[in-house]
């Protein structure tokens, strides 16, 4: 849920003292296997996590300025680049995932999560291949926060900022491209009496499932459903019954006091 900016100069290498938390994504997804880095250096590899399908999440505000994340397939920038690493070394990212200081990851403000991008120090020429599983940075026009890992392998740990360019590569393998699970014929709304569910998150493997509906168990009915999806198994985990969409609406807000920011109202056939 972590979306940085601590400051220290020499430890989160950033310039403003704030620092600021925000949630905006439900799932939880450990690391599974690694993938290798993009450049020669002392990382480790960026892992690759398989949590069904990606996030977007909902508009969100911080520090007065209010970011909308978005699914952008062309997504190509660059831009300054700063890193995060002791301060918030074992939380949870903006996914869930435990932030690992030591593991190739990023954060940015709007890209869909996980994904995976390619990040190239334009002042060395240094390119490396990184997990995006967090949200941030939120100063001075950034588009990019990195890890101590990815810092070192780009290059740039000890002057603290660096101007990179940032392409995006597309979800991790073994996770869906957002809003694909979504946009699925699974469920379809067929006319004005249609009853809805709240889908608080999808994953591809049952134990994630099992976690976000042990999490959600105060929450009421927490069921975990599972369907197939191009070809492979997917377990969603509803609260709720079937509701009117009002009721279902407002079911899907209240789900932020358990830190699910990201449910989804489907309608039933």
Known sequence: MIASLICSAMLSACS???SYLVRSIDIASPPSRSISAGSSGSGSSAWNGDSGEQKIGRPYTVAGRTY?????????ATGISSWYGPNFHGRQTANGEIFDQNLLTAAHTTLPIPSMIEVTNLENGRTAILRLNDRGPFADDRILDVSRAAAVELGFLQQGLTRVRVRYLGPPEGVAPAGTVAESHIYTASNANTRFRVQAGAFSERTNAEA?????????????EDAQFSGRRIYRVFVGGDLPRPDADVLSRDLTRYGVHDARVVALN
């Open 16 to 18: 403003s003292s704030a």
């Open 68 to 76: 909308v994340p978005t699914r952008n397939d062309d997504y190509d």
């Open 212 to 224: 976000l509906r042990q999490r959600l168990a105060a929450a009421g009915d927490v069921r975990i």
